[in-house]
């Protein structure tokens, strides 16, 4: 059966998992400003609104506790493929819902799905690219994203326009079930997909399924040879690093709980965290609030060129995420952002007014007659979603996904995502309300949030830009500060060379002839394994 192996392929087509979170995005925003919504499920705002959009990330941050416990005894790809299956119900449930529980749990059930996929989409990714990528390749988890968001926005957008478009008082309830129903067409794409996709070969080799994981990484990295240098090289880094784990004879649980792993989990779990905080929440999910507020325009409309930003700013990141490294374009982020928001909300202080009711219904507070400074708001919003996409947006999950050790990645990503979950619940549910009653204050309250963000990562956030996950450990148990340089020569590279030189020789685990692609190479049994290394490599 035909197996892929092309990295960015691979990577590109996994991060549908990731497409399937941005699709659930917009499935709230594109709708809440259309009457039908407003009508059969009796005009919800504030906590009652709040409520609903919360469902999906309450059901996210379960799915992501429970996701390493699925892929680490099933493979990453048997659980993303369950992931999918959950999409396609709790979809199903939100296309047939009959009232607002009934909502609620069709979201609580694709929630699921987006907690497993947003866990293990990135260490899927991480773990078959090669270190010299493996920040692009991620982030196509966070394009993936925006493109979800993009795509059912503007399904919701032309599904607003049915009968007298979302103003009419007797819109059909078509406007927003024929969206809940198309979103689960890609999680049925990915479901068949991922069976003609490799398992990860950190995953196979930690199974002691050895044969396997180097005819992977031979596909991957070496064109099918299990004597490349680069593949041999990469065999060994994995080996040595499990034998280490092993010899520590610690469970996961309590490989998590040491000092050395406990700090990345804290890391981890900050850096979901202040992206959540960083406000995002408030551009994604209820952006047609903000427009409402400004009083410029179609909100559906101007709303509809932010997710455009979105989509074409997360571009450049995958070009330069591997080049400028995950702690610059996190900090340079948050700086940014506070202070777009500190301009915002310092705009509609001044010059903004409560609604005497001449604005929408659900908003309280709006800019009146006065097009410049609703100008100004807009294109704020703007920037600041530009500004997220090329940082914190693909560097969240690439940088969460690489600090890891073997033996205990999927559980701390699990648990480092379940801390962008129950941030992103918390803010679904508090926003509304807030905007609702303390208006231009909310933004004050986000740009803080990015201040802490800046400290934070300057002082605790170590680069990890060009090393391969093996090597994460060199850089968070160095002792040195996280704004000290850890750049040097990849151990890989190293070995690696020294395999092309000659002055190391190491052989593949034993393969059978139909497992060697074109029956070329010549293997050697793992007994065979033999060392001339030099003592400058004798610790490798």
Known sequence: MYRASNVYFICGFAAIGGGLFGFDISSMSGVIGTSAYKRYFDNPVSYRQGGITASMPAGSLVGSLASS??????????????????????????????????????????????????????????????????????????????????????????????????????????????????????????????????????????????????????????????????????????????????????????????????????????????????????????????????????????????????????????????????????????????????????????????????????ITWIIRDNVPVSSAIVAISYLYVATFATTWGPATWTYTAEIFPSRVRAMAVSISAASNWFWNMALAFCVPPLLWNINWKVYMIFAAFNGCALIHMALCAHETAGLTLEEMDDVFDSGLPAWRSHRKTSRLDALRNDIEQGRVRIAAPLLTESEVRGGENKTFALSDLTYLASERIAKI
């Not at 198309?182 to 930690?206: E, H, K, N, V, Y």
């Not at 090289?233 to 000092?259: D, H, N, V």
């Open 69 to 362: 416990f699925i892929a680490d005894r099933f493979s990453r790809k048997v659980a993303l493929q369950v992931a999918c299956i959950l999409w396609i119900i709790g979809s199903t449930i939100q296309c047939a819902s009959q009232n607002v529980p009934m909502l609620c749990a069709g979201r609580v059930v694709s929630g699921l799905c987006v907690g497993i996929t947003s866990s293990l989409v990135p260490v899927y990714q991480s773990e078959i690219a090669p270190k010299e990528i493996r920040g692009r390749v991620v982030s196509f988890q966070q394009w993936a994203i925006t493109w979800g968001i993009l795509i059912q926005y503007f399904i919701q957008y032309g599904a607003a326009q049915i009968g007298g478009g979302p103003d009419d008082p007797n819109q059909p309830e078509a406007a927003f079930r024929i969206p809940w129903g198309i979103q689960m067409l890609p999680a049925f794409i990915l479901f068949i997909g991922l069976f003609f996709f490799p398992c990860s070969p950190r995953w196979l080799a930690s199974k002691d399924r050895w044969e396997e994981a180097i005819q992977v990484m031979a596909e991957l990295h070496g064109g099918g040879n299990v004597n490349h240098p680069k593949v041999l090289a990469e065999y060994k880094e994995i080996e040595e690093a499990l034998r280490f784990e092993r010899e520590e004879a610690l469970s996961s649980f309590a490989a998590l709980t040491q000092p050395r792993i406990f700090k990345r989990v804290v890391l981890g779990v900050s850096v979901q965290m202040w992206s959540q905080l960083s406000g995002i929440n408030i551009m994604m999910y209820y952006i047609v609030y903000i427009m409402e507020a400004a009083r410029i325009g179609s909100p559906l409309t101007t709303a509809s060129i932010q997710y455009i930003i979105n989509v074409v700013l997360t571009l450049p990141s995958i070009v330069y995420l591997d080049k400028v490294g995950r702690r610059t374009a996190m900090m340079f982020g948050s700086i940014i952002m506070m202070i777009f928001f500190f301009i915002s909300g310092a705009l509609q202080a001044i010059y903004g007014q409560p609604n005497d009711g001449q604005g929408g219904s659900d």
